[in-house]
């Protein structure tokens, strides 16, 4: 029963550093987003994919990439890490389909990355 | 999206229902609202979601006014594990695979 898994669980990189933070989720949904979350904020839509092969900036996509490697997976790339990136970053799937889009979301735990 | 406004924070005694209040006053008639939770550094919890008409599920019952500019999500008997910051979310249907607008939220705060 393990739904949206998230790794790592936690990161601190040194300014200019990359990494990749990997989702999977195992509900054989086709849509996969990712957010971050600053303290006291609800979360922000950084990237989506509405379907495997497709990507879209969400709010915040500045200083991000994303990869939807398969239907499972959905990663996210800081290419050249800041501090202001300095969040807990969620990843979600959801079951998209073309006729309505009212299907909910499910989230992993997080990844929480420290940024120095 | 038509933008929600909550209050900030809210007391229930555990045991006692939990009615959380969500306005959403510029909602069109294709917007579904949704209501998710985040219990304390865990990704956010689905918990229902309505159009019009009244929803229940194990976790809770949605309560949305005739003209659709409110809504309450009650938790009936709340216990501690219900302390949480709930997000009440109002979405396009058929808008795409767009992702969801999370405002602030309500902290809820069960007192045993």
């Known amino acids: 029963n393990a739904g949206v898994t998230q790794t790592p669980k936690f990161q601190v990189l040194k300014t200019g550093q990359s990494m990749t933070l990997q989702c999977a989720q195992d509900?054989?949904?086709?849509?996969m987003y990712w957010y971050r979350q600053d303290p006291g904020m609800g979360l922000r839509l950084i990237y989506y994919?509405?379907?495997?092969?497709?990507?879209d900036k969400g709010e915040v996509p500045n200083g991000y990439n994303v990869s939807r490697l398969n239907k499972r997976e959905f990663s996210l790339r800081l290419e050249s890490a800041a501090p202001s990136q300095t969040s807990v970053y969620f990843c979600a799937s959801s079951e998209f389909l073309q006729s309505y889009s009212n299907q909910p979301q499910h989230f992993g735990d997080g990844t929480r990355l420290s940024i120095l | 999206d038509a933008k929600t406004t909550q209050p900030p924070s809210m007391d229930c005694a555990e045991g006692r229902a939990a009615n959380l209040p969500c306005n959403h006053s510029t909602i069109s008639g294709n917007e579904y609202v949704y209501w998710y939770r985040q219990i304390h550094s865990q990704g956010p919890q689905y918990i229902i979601h309505?159009?019009?008409n009244n929803e229940t599920n194990e976790m809770a019952s949605l309560i949305i006014t005739e003209d659709r500019k409110s809504s309450t999500l009650i938790l009936p008997h709340a216990t501690l594990r219900d302390t949480a910051v709930y997000y009440c979310?109002?979405?396009?249907?058929?808008?795409?695979?767009?992702?969801?607008?999370f405002g602030k939220g309500t902290h809820l705060i069960i007192q045993p």
């Open positions: 994919s509405a379907s495997e092969g497709t990507t």
């Open positions: 309505g159009l019009k």
């Open positions: 979310i109002v979405r396009v249907v058929g808008g795409g695979a767009d992702g969801l607008t």
């Open positions: 509900m054989n949904h086709n849509s």
